[in-house]
């Protein structure tokens, strides 16, 4: 018996759709929290060594407003392959 009409279509869609998906998941940036720093740990430090897995789209070490590092930061690389090395 022939598939009913659409149906093929409606499954090519999807799979489009799924290839679409994916290819703009791959192309996001992706942010990445990083603890258990060192109180000597900076920013440029942070940058200068995330930088050997992708490019480095922003990086920030946590300090309080007194200067105290607070032990974490955020980088965030250009593509989620890069975020996971």
Avoid at 12 to 17: F, H, Q, V, Y
Avoid at 25 to 35: C, N
Avoid at 39 to 55: A, D, I, M, V
């Amino acid at each position: 018996m022939a598939s009913p009409r659409g149906v093929s279509s409606a499954a090519s869609t999807a799979a489009s759709s799924d290839s679409y998906q994916d290819a703009i998941v791959k192309t996001l940036p992706s942010k990445i929290f990083i603890g258990g720093l060192t109180q000597n740990t900076t920013t440029k430090l942070l940058r200068e060594h995330f930088s050997t897995y992708g490019r480095v789209l922003d990086c920030i070490a946590m300090r309080q407003p007194d200067g105290k590092a607070r032990g974490f930061g955020y980088v965030t690389l250009d593509t989620p392959e890069a975020a996971s090395l």
